[in-house]
């Protein structure tokens, strides 16, 4: 019997992945001066040990100032990347699964509590807190202080440090590289006229407004071995009117495939809080869609895909090519097994796991066998 669709592979660039169930990059603010510990083992082990076909490590911060909480993730200094090699020693000495690492800087919506300590913005001279940038003096709320406007020096101390942690995520083997250019973080803060209202050739038009974003790609794409893909995740509307959008989104994703990106990970939201979400399962892929009709590179749907049949269709309608979940992975970290027996596919289960296959569905896990004496 052919597999479903949701489990055959995938090239994202030279890359192959087992099935299209990608586990979407989430935040565990949980690190030590951006450098990963216990949890991070703990949590990135159970994820990779899913079945899933790539595991994108969190929104892990260039910089110490572009982490959104002080407990972000970051690959800045050499204790960051010393604590993500341990990590990643552990992850591929049990797990055959493709790891991939969101790279992130939070601009304007840096210095803010965890979301367990109310997300508020932590103003500077606070504990904890520093003065945030962005592309404009603009606070994201307007109660809030306002981030300092980056100058040319800034935005190329910005694009080195892109370079930068690209380079220590090549040494670390990384298989891929997602940059952050949603949710209403730095390169989304360019993109979108609602943060973005500078007068250089940064602000402005929206060939403008794509400028730094492409930049950062263009110096993260050679910073990284060619033969590994680099892609970018983008908010396809910011649910504003007057705000970045669609039509936005295609055009910076064709820039984008001119500069090698291999996928395009499509989301929503996050620069305003005027947004008005039209929540419900599946609610972005149909700008998912859009990208991939009209850009023709991989694309990645994101949001309340939780049901395996539903992310079936996804694929099988040509909605995308690959489906990435979020609350889902954490809900239950064995999804893609589920799903596997539910669309009567096989998956990868580690061999210590191998006994636990049920007894009405003998053939779910790939090379499984035991035996006793
Ligand atoms: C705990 C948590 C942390 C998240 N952190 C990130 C992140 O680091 N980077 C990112 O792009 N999105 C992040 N997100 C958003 C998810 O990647 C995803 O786009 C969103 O949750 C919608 O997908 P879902 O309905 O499958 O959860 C996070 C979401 C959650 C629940």
């Known amino acids: 019997m052919p597999q479903p669709h949701l489990f055959t592979p995938i090239q994202i660039g030279k890359l192959t992945l087992d099935n299209r169930i990608i586990i979407a990059p989430m935040c565990q603010y949980s690190a030590a001066e951006g450098t990963p510990g216990d949890w991070h083992m ?77 997300g508020a913005q932590i103003r500077p001279g606070e504990p904890g807190g520093w003065k945030a940038v962005a592309p404009s003096a603009l606070p994201h709320s307007p109660s809030e202080d306002p981030p300092a406007a980056l100058d040319a020096a800034g935005l190329k101390r910005v694009r080195e440090e892109f370079a930068a942690a690209a380079r220590r995520a090549a040494r670390l083997g990384l298989d891929g590289i997602e940059i952050h250019a949603a949710h209403g973080y730095l390169l989304h803060q360019f993109l979108s006229p609602l943060a973005n209202q500078r007068s250089d050739a940064y602000g402005g038009s929206l060939e403008n407004r794509m400028r730094f974003p492409l930049e950062v790609f263009e110096v993260v794409r050679a910073a990284f071995p060619a033969d590994r893909p680099v892609w970018a995740r ?31 990970h499509v989301s929503s939201g996050g620069v305003s809080p005027q947004q008005v979400i039209k929540l419900g399962p599946g609610y972005q892929v149909p700008y998912a869609r859009h990208v991939k009709a009209d850009v023709g590179l991989p694309t990645i749907a994101v949001g309340l895909i939780t049901e395996a049949e539903q992310a079936e269709s996804i694929i099988a309608n040509a909605e995308a090519d690959a489906v990435s979940l979020a609350r889902a992975m954490l809900y239950d970290p064995r999804w893609p097994w589920h799903a596997a ?30 035996g006793a004496r």
């Open 42 to 118: 703990i949590h990135l082990g159970q994820l990779a040990i899913s079945g899933a076909g790539l595991l994108i490590i969190e929104a892990t911060a260039v910089s110490a100032e572009g982490r959104i909480t002080p407990g972000d993730l970051g690959l800045y200094s050499d204790a960051n990347e010393h604590g993500l090699a341990r990590i990643l020693q552990a992850l591929r000495a049990t797990s055959p699964i493709k790891i991939g690492m969101q790279l992130a800087h939070a601009g304007r919506k840096a210095s803010s509590r965890a979301p367990w300590e109310g």
């Open 234 to 264: 983008i908010s396809a509307t910011d649910w504003v009117p007057g705000g970045w959008d669609i039509e936005g989104t295609v055009a910076l994703s064709q820039g984008l495939k001119a500069r090698g990106c291999a996928a395009i």
């Open 341 to 370: 027996a539910k669309l009567g596919a096989r998956v990868k289960a580690p061999h210590q796991y191998w006994r636990s296959q049920p007894r009405e569905l003998k053939d779910l896990f790939e090379d499984a066998k035991f």
